[in-house]
C-alpha cells in the first residue's frame, strides 16, 4: 500500500486564486511529521511546510498553509493568492518515528501550472 | 549561507561505465541522505549517514550502488557498471540534527544521470 497518496496528477490555479493539492498518509505511528516541498524545473526540491502528529494547530507559512486532519490522515497544501512563480511539481513526504534513518517517503508530486 | 551542492549537475554514461556523484552538504550538518527519482515520480530513499557511519543503506536497489562520508561532510555515491534503469536524478539532502520528527531536510540540486 502507499504511504504517501496524492491524486491530482496536475491542476491548472489562475493567478491570484487559491489552491488546494491533496495529500492522504497510511501509517500506525502515532508519531509522524509531514512535509510538502517544492520542486520547480531546476529540478531542486525546496521546503515548504511542515505539520507534527501531536500539533494541535494547522500549520502555516507565508501563503502556504496546511490543513491537517488526523483522523482521516490527511495533509492538504493551500497556496494562497497564486503567483506566476508557484508553477511547479509539489510533494507531500512523511517521516515515521519508528524509521532508524529518519527518512521521507514522497507521494507521487502534483504539477501545478498557474495561468496569467 | 551556502546549501547543498551536487556535482556534476549532469553525467552521460554508456551501459557498463562506473560512475561517482559528489555531494557538499550544508557545514554542520549531521545527517546525509541520498534519494533516486526516476522521471516523472516522487523522490525514493537509498540511505542514510550520521556523520562518517551509514547506518540506513535499505534503499539501495543493489550491490552496484555503494555511498560513502568518509570524514562525515562530503559524500560520494558510486554506481558501478550502470544500467539503463539507474538513469534518474539523484538527490542529496542534508539536515541538522541526528534524529527529531521536525528536522527538516535540505536538498540540493541533484545530479541527472543518463545511462546509453
Known amino acids: 500500500a502507499q504511504k504517501i497518496t496524492q491524486t491530482q496528477p496536475g491542476m491548472f490555479v489562475q493567478e491570484k486564486e487559491a489552491v488546494t493539492l491533496d495529500c492522504t498518509y497510511d501509517?500506525?505511528?502515532?508519531?509522524?511529521?509531514l512535509f510538502w516541498y517544492k520542486q520547480p524545473s531546476s529540478g531542486e526540491m525546496i521546503f515548504l511546510i511542515y505539520q507534527g502528529s501531536y500539533d494541535e494547530q494547522n500549520a502555516t507559512e507565508g501563503r502556504y498553509s496546511l490543513n491537517f486532519q488526523k483522523a482521516r490522515k490527511s495533509a492538504n497544501l493551500v497556496i494562497s493568492a497564486s503567483q506566476l512563480g508557484d508553477s511547479a511539481m509539489y510533494f507531500c513526504?512523511?517521516?515515521?518515528?519508528?524509521?532508524?534513518?529518519?527518512?521521507?517517503?514522497f507521494g507521487g508530486g502534483t504539477r501545478v501550472l498557474v495561468k496569467p | 549561507g551556502a546549501g547543498v551542492s551536487q556535482s556534476p549537475r549532469y553525467k552521460v554514461a554508456k551501459r557498463g561505465q562506473d560512475v561517482a556523484l559528489r555531494c557538499d552538504p550544508i557545514s554542520g550538518h549531521v545527517s546525509l541522505f541520498w534519494y533516486q527519482q526516476a522521471l516523472g515520480q516522487g523522490p525514493e530513499f537509498l540511505t542514510y549517514?550520521?556523520?562518517?557511519?551509514?547506518?540506513?543503506k535499505s534503499g539501495l536497489p543493489s550491490d552496484r550502488f555503494f555511498a560513502e562520508r568518509p570524514e562525515g561532510s562530503v559524500s560520494t555515491l558510486k554506481i558501478q557498471r550502470t544500467q539503463q534503469e539507474d538513469s534518474a536524478v539523484y538527490l542529496c539532502?542534508?539536515?541538522?540534527?541526528?534524529?527529531?520528527?521536525?528536522?527538516?531536510?535540505?536538498f540540493g540540486p541533484g545530479t541527472r544521470l543518463t545511462v546509453l
Open positions: 539532502a542534508s539536515s541538522l540534527e541526528v534524529a527529531g520528527l521536525t528536522d527538516t531536510q535540505y
Open positions: 501509517t500506525s505511528d502515532q508519531s509522524y511529521g
Open positions: 549517514f550520521q556523520n562518517e557511519a551509514q547506518l540506513d
Open positions: 513526504a512523511m517521516r515515521e518515528n519508528r524509521a532508524i534513518s529518519n527518512k521521507l517517503t
